[in-house]
């Protein structure tokens, strides 16, 4: 039996409270918070987050996917393919084939077709909207990962029914930072009648009523469309699952998986799923959560509620506006980091990307990998290490308020990883005031800076929430 | 030990060093000029009669045409060294070597370097290809890892470490406005150090040293020969350069409150030298005073405080002009900012005035000049790189032969 057998969520730690939107610009804004990648995140880094927590959660003896499918509306390359860092990161095998699917809200659900023999589906996005926009206050930041296999399954698929249209609601040219919509009446006019084919299909595939449904996700960019639509289903309200639009915002190309996972998050065994995403036509899907939802719990490192209680609200507008580049700052006077080199990139994979040290015969663990013991002097006698899940602490740490940074002061640390193991590393979503000798960080992936449109994914360390 | 050190064997017998400062009018070659011609001056020489060259700059020119196309050298052997932050007491070291070699009758040693045409604030190294894993902090900031490291360790909590940080910059500014070659000639109160606007960690503007333009050089001769030169020359007693396996950055065992370099270094100039309790046996010391907390760990690493005492010496006045033994009598770092090619020098020179009595109104009183009782050996130190992975330089230098 093919379906789901592990997820993953990716929330970022900033949320904006939308009420600043409106304090300052004097328009857009709302009322409830938004999800909001840090200056250091893109959909890339995020989606390695998600990744890492759902294959951590994977049941035991579990063997990797056998591909990676990446979607996202946000990519960090066009031409160079983004997933390949994903793939990275993740240490998936050489042998895995990794690809990016579009550039349109509806390519998750490709990248979940793709994926779903076997694979790992990389749902990832970072929303925005000119100033002042609606966009810009109902979007919303997150990445989740899916992992789809034959045993221990969770979650099974019951039925798909796709409905394709072509008709201009939304859209952006590429290398614009916005997209555009068409007056909303006319999104609900072209939307609802085919949500109701959709969902009326895949009813009927299953042989299943509307009463039957458990939990009911409707999702899409057109506020208005999922809402006529979420009414006109006719299931009973508090089966409608929780649109995460007051906290986390309208994540695209991920929502409807975010809303799932949240959904999975808490069902019970035996449960039936509805799945409506409203883009470019409709995908309507059922899946009935298995007894193994249980066992999976117990593995999973946090739910998206969890993590959702671990974020905070205290970014200001200007950080925000910062961050996604409409607000030019003044930067130190200092020279702005150089570009990362590929030879040496590529030389390092596994350390840059896979953050896999070097140990040494007598246990010794090198960050970065070397080739001479630092204990022994021994040549070529290590073995890979990998370190990205282990905890470290901090052993000294200073706050630089010179570097450059698009959220300075940078803040450092000398981290001694639990098992052996030191290095210096960038902190991240961390207040530098609250920074002390002896803190607990974990290790999480990120893009340090972009210089020649070249963006360096590296780790930074965090401190640990949970 | 291997290292056999060339005690008494080479003199310095002329020095000269411009002043340091924001050279806005300067160029590289206009400062190279200047402190070769103060040097052959000061040694009574020609710069023909200098066989060979050792200059040392980290980022203001390639290769010995750097100095030899401005002093019009003329078909001589001129090496460009580089070192860090230790550069010039590199090309120092290089230089006493081909002396005592026998190669070479006098040999310069000159440090320059051309922060301020920069633009930027702080120092800029040139990198070379990098995979981008490397965390780019600035120099202030890796040496703040020492301030809370060593607080954590010797339990000195965040305002007496402040309270020991702000009076070695005071102290240093308080040197530094006794001479007229320092960048800054003024004393600073240790309100104003302590109230100064955060750079790094703990560390203020006043706990990092300046940014400046500068050169310095000294002029090298068999120690035989030194008196044909000089009534006073200095003696070479020590001179331990290391560079460290850089394993600090990634053992855990590295606790960020010493400079193991330092420490291995020092170990050999001592040795080197014949000195056993350095701080009874020397006059003075020039160290590297690039932010406060270095100076701290440097009391100790060095042998003039006992570990984790280093900070009550500091207060109590110790290391001050007029204490038991004065540390960074010119100013320091602090001072005259910290032109990376030419500090090491610059440290030299000092020495190079105390010892010869012509360091004017900062005079050290336990000096013996002229014969006369008192201490005649000064020490230098200069290092580079950051906290766990470093260069060190020591030097012992004497106006006596013992």
């Known amino acids: 039996m093919n379906g789901i057998v592990s997820y993953g969520v990716h929330l970022p730690y900033w949320r904006l409270d939308r009420s600043k939107i409106t304090q300052t610009l004097g328009q857009g804004g709302g009322r409830g918070t938004r999800s909001v990648a840090s200056f250091d995140e893109d959909a890339t880094s995020m989606g390695v987050e998600a990744g890492r927590r759902a294959l951590a959660a994977a049941a035991p003896g579990y063997g990797g996917p056998g591909i990676l499918a990446y979607a996202t509306t946000a990519p960090g390359y066009l031409d160079k393919t983004n997933a390949t860092a994903i793939h990275a990161a993740l240490r998936l095998d050489d042998c895995v084939p990794a690809f990016d699917v579009g550039g349109a809200a509806k390519s998750g659900t490709a990248a979940t077709i793709m994926a779903h023999n076997g694979g790992i589906a990389v749902l990832s996005d970072v929303r925005t909207g000119r100033p002042g926009s609606a966009d810009e206050a109902a979007g919303g930041d997150a990445a989740v990962a899916l992992i789809f296999g034959d045993d221990a399954v969770i979650a099974e698929p019951v039925g798909y029914a796709p409905v394709t249209a072509e008709f201009v609601d939304r859209w952006r040219v590429p290398g614009e930072s916005y997209s555009r919509q068409w007056e909303e009446r006319f999104g609900e006019h072209a939307y609802v009648p085919l949500a109701t084919q959709a969902v009326g299909d895949v009813l009927k595939q299953a042989d299943v009523q509307i009463g039957d449904v458990d939990h009911a996700i409707v999702a899409g960019l057109h506020t208005r469309s999922v809402k006529a639509v979420s009414k006109q289903l006719g299931c009973a309200p508090e089966r409608l699952a929780d649109d995460l639009l007051d906290t986390i915002g309208n994540t695209g190309t991920a929502h409807w998986a975010l809303m799932l996972a949240n959904v999975l998050d808490q069902a019970s065994p035996g449960d039936l799923v509805l799945v409506a995403h409203l883009a470019d036509g409709c995908d309507a899907s059922l899946l009935r959560v298995t007894d193994e939802i249980v066992a999976f719990r117990e593995r999973q490192r946090s739910t998206a509620a969890e993590q959702l209680a671990a974020t905070t609200t205290e970014l200001d507008y200007s950080s925000f506006m910062t961050w996604r580049g409409f607000l030019e700052r003044e930067p130190p006077r200092r020279p702005e980091p150089d570009r990362p080199a590929s030879p040496p990139s590529l030389r390092g994979n596994a350390w840059k990307y896979g953050f896999v040290g070097g140990q040494d015969d007598g246990g010794f663990i090198h960050l970065p990998p070397g080739r001479v013991s630092v204990e022994s002097g021994a040549i070529d006698e290590m073995t890979p290490v990998p370190m990205a899940d282990r905890r470290a602490t901090i052993a000294t740490f200073t706050i630089d308020r010179l570097a450059y940074s698009l959220a300075p002061p940078v803040v450092a640390a000398i981290v001694d990883f639990d098992g052996g193991g030191r290095m210096q590393v960038e902190l991240t979503d961390v207040d530098p005031a609250e920074v002390k000798i002896g803190d607990r960080v974990e290790m999480t992936f990120r893009r340090l800076y972009t210089v020649d449109g070249i963006h360096n994914h590296f780790w930074k360390a965090r401190p640990v929430r949970s | ?402």
């Open chain 2, 1 to 402: 030990m291997a290292s056999h050190g060339i005690r008494d064997q080479v003199a310095i017998v002329g020095m000269g060093c411009t002043p340091f400062g924001e050279h806005w009018d300067k160029s590289v070659d206009d400062m190279l000029v200047e402190s070769s011609s103060a040097a052959t001056a000061s040694a009574g020489v020609d710069l023909d009669d200098v066989d060979a060259f050792w200059l040392g700059t980290m980022g203001s020119g390639l290769s010995g045409l750097t100095l030899s196309r401005p002093l019009k050298v003329d078909h001589k052997p001129v090496t460009h060294v580089e070192n860090y932050c230790a550069t010039g007491s590199e090309a120092f070291r290089n230089a006493c070597y081909a002396v005592a070699s026998g190669a070479y009758d006098v040999a310069m040693a000159i440090g320059v370097e051309k922060l301020k045409d920069s633009g930027y604030s702080g120092l800029v190294v040139p990198n070379v290809a990098h995979d981008g894993s490397s965390a780019q902090l600035t120099a202030p900031a890796a040496f703040s890892f020492l301030a809370p490291a060593y607080g954590e360790k010797y339990g000195v909590d965040s305002q007496e470490m402040k309270d020991v940080m702000t009076r070695i910059a005071w102290k240093n500014h308080k040197n530094g406005a006794l001479n007229p070659r320092a960048q800054f000639q003024k004393e600073v109160s240790k309100e104003t150090i302590e109230c100064a606007p955060l750079i790094a960690g703990p560390l203020g503007i006043f706990d990092c040293s300046g940014v400046s333009d500068g050169s310095a050089a000294a002029i090298i001769v068999r120690a035989e020969d030194a008196y044909d030169y000089t009534d006073h020359p200095i003696f070479v007693k020590a001179l331990s350069f290391v560079a460290g396996p850089a394993t600090g950055t990634v053992d855990p065992d590295y606790d960020y409150t010493s400079f193991t370099e330092v420490v291995h270094s020092a170990t050999d100039a001592y040795r080197q030298a014949g000195i056993e309790h350095p701080r009874d046996e020397l006059a003075m010391a020039e160290v590297h005073d690039c932010f406060t907390p270095t100076e701290l760990v440097l009391m100790e690493d060095l042998g003039f405080a006992e570990r984790g005492m280093g900070w009550k010496e500091v207060l109590a006045g110790t290391f001050d002009l007029d204490g038991e033994l004065p540390v960074n009598p010119d100013g320091g770092l602090k001072s005259f900012g910290h032109p990376i090619g030419a500090s090491g020098l610059r440290m030299l020179f000092e020495a190079w005035l105390q010892l010869r009595g012509e360091a004017g109104d900062r005079q050290i009183s336990s000096i013996g000049l002229d014969g006369a009782p008192g201490k005649t050996k000064a020490l230098t130190h200069n290092l580079g790189g950051s906290p766990g992975s470093c260069v060190s330089f020591v030097s012992i230098v004497g106006s006596r032969l013992d």
